[in-house]
T-cell receptor, first 116, second 115 residues
Framework: EAGVTQSPTHLIKTRGQQATLRCSPI?????VYWYQQALGLGLQFLLW???????NRGNFPPRFSGRQFPNYSSELNVNALELEDSALYLC???????????????FGPGTRLLVL | AQSVAQPEDQVNVAEGNPLTVKCTYS??????LFWYVQYPNRGLQFLLK??????LVKGSYGFEAEFNKSQTSFHLKKPSALVSDSALYFC?????????????FGSGTRLSIRP
């Protein structure tokens, strides 16, 4: 069974540009989560999508946005990039089940974004 | 506020010795607790979780964790450490209900196993 996949593996942008990151969940999973892992910091929750809808959002500005497609894959868009957006962006998926607490999140390898 | 804490940034253990990576939590209601491991330049891998039942949870790669409700702890343990266990370990707790549900991660503990 294929795991969570993310593309690209690395992305280099300049300040002010836009970045688009992609994630494909494990087959059968309807929930997709996005996290930011900046150097020296832990994982910060960004967004949660389930069944095509945004379910919850972390404490990030509106220039961080995304969407989930009918096949449950997801995009994370970061507009007006800033230097401090440089980080590893991790995607995770789980069985949706209306946010059931016991559901495990399975992570992809991440996209490393570098903003120059 | 609901939170999870990993009090040690780094843990150093000799190969073959037992290891413990500490985690404490503060949540309302019953906690749903997880441990993940992150190897260099990789995503997080699920190790184990506590939902309910037996306080000793067994997971992948020989790891186990003990849930202690009175001490609000969920320490990760392994009887005999391997050099290949060297990685970054995250404790996490699931909080909230339904659409307000999310996982809160600890700050991570870097485990270093010396030969």
């Amino acid at each position: 069974e294929a795991g969570v996949t993310q593309s690209p593996t690395h992305l280099i942008k300049t300040r002010g540009q836009q970045a688009t990151l992609r994630c494909s969940p494990i087959s059968g999973h309807t929930s997709v989560y996005w996290y930011q892992q900046a150097l020296g910091l832990g994982l910060q929750f960004l967004l949660w999508y389930d069944e095509g809808e945004e379910r919850n959002r972390g404490n990030f500005p509106p220039r961080f946005s995304g969407r989930q497609f009918p096949n449950y894959s997801s995009e994370l868009n970061v507009n007006a990039l800033e230097l401090e957006d440089s980080a590893l962006y991790l995607c995770a998926s789980s069985l949706g089940l209306a946010g059931a607490k016991q559901e495990t999140q399975y992570f992809g390898p991440g996209t490393r974004l570098l903003v120059l | 506020a609901q939170s999870v804490a990993q009090p040690e940034d780094q843990v150093n253990v000799a190969e073959g010795n037992p290891l413990t990576v500490k985690c404490t939590y503060s949540v309302s209601g019953n906690p749903y607790l997880f441990w993940y491991v992150q190897y260099p330049n990789r995503g997080l891998q699920f190790l184990l979780k506590y939902i309910t039942g037996d306080n000793l949870v067994k997971g992948s790669y020989g790891f186990e964790a003990e849930f202690n409700k009175s001490q609000t702890s969920f320490h990760l343990k392994k009887p005999s450490a391997l050099v290949s266990d060297s990685a970054l370990y995250f404790c996490a707790v699931r909080v909230g209900y339904s659409s307000a549900s999310k996982i809160i991660f600890g700050s991570g503990t870097r485990l270093s196993i010396r030969p």
